[in-house]
C-alpha cells in the first residue's frame, strides 16, 4: 500500500509561492516597462514587429505566473 | 399519565396482533440464541445498544446468516448495525461481518430484519458469538416535553425488556444505564432491578421468536441534545497545494422545548441549576495540520471560539452567539485549509484519490441530513466515489476561479449520521497534469492579448491627413 500510492502535492513548494510572486512580478513589469519604452522612443518606420512580439510574450508569460503566484500566495487557491 | 395508558394500549395491539401473525407463519428456524446479553447505553442523546448473542445451530444444514429482528418504530430510528465475531482475545484483530437489511415477507407486525453474514457457515452442533452494536438516534422523546429554563430534562425511553428476535432465546439480560441515578419511573417486568444508575431485566428463560414485552423508562438526561438538521460539507480540491472546506451547519436543541422566558441573570448566576440542559459550547475534531480557520454566520465572524492544534489533531471549540435551549436554533459557517497531500494520493496507474472523513467533526452530534460535496479540479474525469455505507450520489458542475467548463462535483447525501459513522471515503478520479498549467497559460493569454491590442494600436495609422 504504502509504495503503490503515493501523496499528491503541489508542483512548486507552497512556502515558495509569495517570493516566486514578488520575483515574477517585478521581471515582469520590467519588461513591460522596456515594452513601452520602445513603443514610444521608437519611430514607426524603425520599430520591428518581431521584438515588439518577444518582449510582449516574454512579459505576459512573467506576469501571468507572477499574478497565479500572487492568488496562490492570497490564499485564492485557482 | 393518559399519555401512557395509551401508549401501553397501543402496544398492547401491535402484541396481540404481532402473535396472531407468527401463529399463521413461523418459519422453521434452525437456529437458536443460548444466550443473549444486550447493554443499552442512554448516558448520551445517541442511544447506543451492545448486543451480545450465543448463537447455536441446532438444524441439520449449515447456517451462513443470521438475522437480527428490530420494531418498525425502531428501525425508522436506526442509524448504524456493526456485527463481529467476538474471538475471545481482546489483542486479536476484529473482523466486522456485513449487515445488511433484508425484506421479509411474512415478518410478523413489519418487524425489519436484518441480516448478519457469518465469515464462515455454523455447522449444525457449533455455537458462535456474536457482539453486535447498533445506534438510535430520536429514540428518547422529552415527556414532559416543554420546561423552563431552570427545570431538568426528562426523556422516555421505549424498548422491549425481551429482545425482538426470530429465534429462540434461551436466557436473556438486558441493562440500562442510564446518566444519572433520577429515575421517575420505569416497567417492571419480573425479575428485574434498578440500582444506582443501572437498571437490570433479566435474566429470563425460555422465550419463544417474536415475543417482546414493552417497557418505558422515564429517566433524567440533561446531557446536551445537538442535532445538526443539515450540514453541508465543501471538499474543494486544488492541485496547487491546498483541500478547502466549508461547513454551513443548521444546529438544533433537539430537546425538552423551552417555555416561558429566558433569563440571563438566572443563567450566569446559577449554572448549575438553571439551564442545566442548555448546551453553550462544541468541540470539533479536526485532522492536524489545519490552517485559515475560521467559524462565520451571516452577520459575521463570532469570535467566540479557540483553536488547540497538536501534531496528532486538532480541537476547535465553539461557542454559538447564544446558548441553545431546547428547540432553539444556530447557524453559522466553518471553513478551514489542510495541506493536500495528506489527503490527496495517485495510485500506479495513475489515478488520482481524496482520502477523507465521512461525517461530522462534532463530537456528540447526530446530522439528519449530511451532503457532502467534493469539489474536483477542473479537468477531472471518470470520478467516482466508494463509501463505507450506501449513500445517495449524484453529480453536479460548479464554477469557481479560472473556471471555463466548470469543476465536476461528486455529491454524497446521507440521513441519520452518527459520529461512529466518522470513517474514512474514497473519491476517485483521472487527471491529466497538463490540465494543471491551464490556469497560468490563461492568464499569460489574457496579458498576451493587451500586449498584442497596444501593438495594433500604435502601428494603425487612424490619421486622415496623408504624410
Redesign the interface.
Known amino acids: 500500500m504504502a509504495q503503490?500510492?503515493?501523496?499528491?502535492?503541489?508542483?512548486v513548494p507552497?512556502a515558495w509561492y509569495p517570493t516566486l510572486a514578488v520575483i515574477m512580478l517585478a521581471i515582469g513589469l520590467t519588461v513591460t516597462a522596456s515594452?513601452?519604452i520602445y513603443?514610444a522612443t521608437a519611430s514607426?518606420k524603425s520599430?520591428s514587429?518581431f521584438k515588439?512580439?518577444t518582449?510582449?510574450?516574454v512579459?505576459?508569460?512573467f506576469?501571468?505566473?507572477g499574478?497565479?503566484f500572487l492568488?496562490?500566495a492570497c490564499?485564492?487557491?485557482? | 399519565m393518559t399519555m401512557e395508558a395509551k401508549f401501553r394500549f397501543r402496544l398492547a395491539l401491535v402484541l396481540v396482533a404481532a402473535f396472531s401473525a407468527l401463529a399463521g407463519s413461523n418459519s422453521n428456524q434452525d437456529l437458536q440464541i443460548i444466550n443473549a446479553e444486550r447493554r443499552i447505553d442512554l448516558t448520551s442523546h445517541i442511544v447506543k445498544v451492545y448486543l451480545t448473542l450465543q448463537v447455536e445451530n441446532t438444524g441439520e444444514s449449515p447456517a451462513s446468516e443470521v438475522l437480527l429482528a428490530f420494531a418498525p418504530v425502531q428501525a425508522e430510528c436506526l442509524s448504524l448495525v456493526k456485527a463481529q465475531v467476538a474471538t475471545g482475545k481482546r489483542k486479536k484483530p476484529h473482523h466486522p461481518i456485513d449487515v445488511k437489511p433484508v425484506e421479509v415477507p411474512n415478518a410478523p407486525n413489519g418487524a425489519k430484519l436484518f441480516s448478519i453474514s457469518l465469515l464462515k457457515p455454523l455447522n449444525p452442533a457449533e455455537t458462535v458469538t456474536l457482539e453486535v452494536l447498533y445506534i438510535l438516534t430520536h429514540t428518547l422523546k422529552p415527556f414532559p416535553a416543554e420546561i423552563s429554563q431552570s427545570e431538568s430534562q426528562l426523556v422516555y425511553f421505549h424498548d422491549t425488556a425481551l429482545i425482538l428476535s426470530p429465534y429462540h432465546i434461551k436466557k436473556q439480560t438486558t441493562f440500562i444505564k442510564t446518566p444519572t441515578k433520577r429515575i421517575e419511573s420505569f416497567t417492571v417486568v419480573d425479575p428485574s432491578n434498578h440500582a444506582n444508575n443501572e437498571i437490570k431485566y433479566g435474566p429470563y428463560d425460555s422465550r419463544p421468536p417474536y415475543s417482546f414485552s414493552p417497557v418505558v423508562v422515564h429517566l433524567e438526561n440533561n446531557n446536551p441534545f445537538s442535532v445538526v438538521e443539515e450540514l453541508v460539507r465543501e471538499i474543494?480540491i486544488?492541485?496547487?497545494?491546498?483541500l478547502?472546506i466549508t461547513e454551513h451547519y443548521t444546529l438544533v436543541h433537539a430537546g425538552a422545548r423551552h417555555k416561558g422566558v429566558f433569563s440571563r441573570v438566572e443563567y450566569q448566576s446559577r449554572q448549575a441549576f438553571a439551564g442545566s440542559y442548555s448546551f453553550k459550547n462544541l468541540l470539533a475534531r479536526l485532522p492536524p495540520r489545519v490552517h485559515?480557520v475560521y467559524y462565520r454566520d451571516e452577520i459575521g465572524n463570532i469570535s467566540s471560539s479557540r483553536l488547540r492544534t497538536s501534531p496528532q489533531k486538532s480541537e476547535l471549540e465553539l461557542e454559538p452567539r447564544y446558548p441553545l435551549f431546547g428547540g432553539w436554533k444556530a447557524t453559522f459557517i466553518i471553513g478551514y485549509?489542510l495541506?493536500?497531500?495528506?489527503f490527496?494520493?495517485?495510485?500506479?496507474d495513475g489515478t488520482?484519490y481524496l482520502n477523507f472523513t465521512f461525517g461530522c467533526p462534532f463530537t456528540d452530534t447526530v446530522v439528519d441530513k449530511l451532503i457532502i460535496k467534493v469539489i474536483l479540479p477542473e479537468g477531472s474525469q471518470d470520478p467516482h466515489a466508494i463509501t463505507p455505507f450506501p449513500v445517495e450520489e449524484r453529480r453536479e458542475t460548479s464554477y469557481?476561479?479560472?473556471d471555463i467548463v466548470g469543476r465536476t462535483v461528486v455529491v454524497l447525501e446521507k440521513k441519520n449520521v452518527v459520529p461512529e459513522m466518522n470513517t474514512a471515503f474514497q473519491v476517485y478520479y483521472k487527471f491529466n497534469p497538463l490540465f494543471?498549467l491551464a490556469?497560468?497559460?490563461?492568464?499569460?493569454?489574457?496579458?498576451?492579448l493587451?500586449?498584442?491590442a497596444?501593438?495594433t494600436y500604435?502601428?494603425t495609422?487612424l490619421s486622415i491627413r496623408k504624410q
Not at chain 1, 490564499?75 to 485557482?78: A, E, L, N, S
Request: hydrophobic content about 45%; aromatic content about 14%; proline content about 5%.
Open positions: 503503490s500510492v503515493k501523496p499528491v502535492t503541489s508542483p507552497i515594452f513601452f513603443e514607426r520599430r514587429l515588439e512580439l518582449t510582449g510574450a512579459a505576459s508569460v506576469l501571468g505566473f499574478s497565479l492568488l496562490l490564499g485564492v487557491y485557482v | 474543494e486544488s492541485h496547487w497545494g491546498s478547502q485559515s485549509g495541506p493536500l497531500e495528506d490527496l494520493f495517485e495510485s500506479l488520482r469557481s476561479y479560472l494543471q490556469e497560468p497559460l490563461m492568464l499569460v493569454f489574457v496579458f498576451f493587451g500586449f498584442m497596444c501593438v500604435l502601428n495609422d
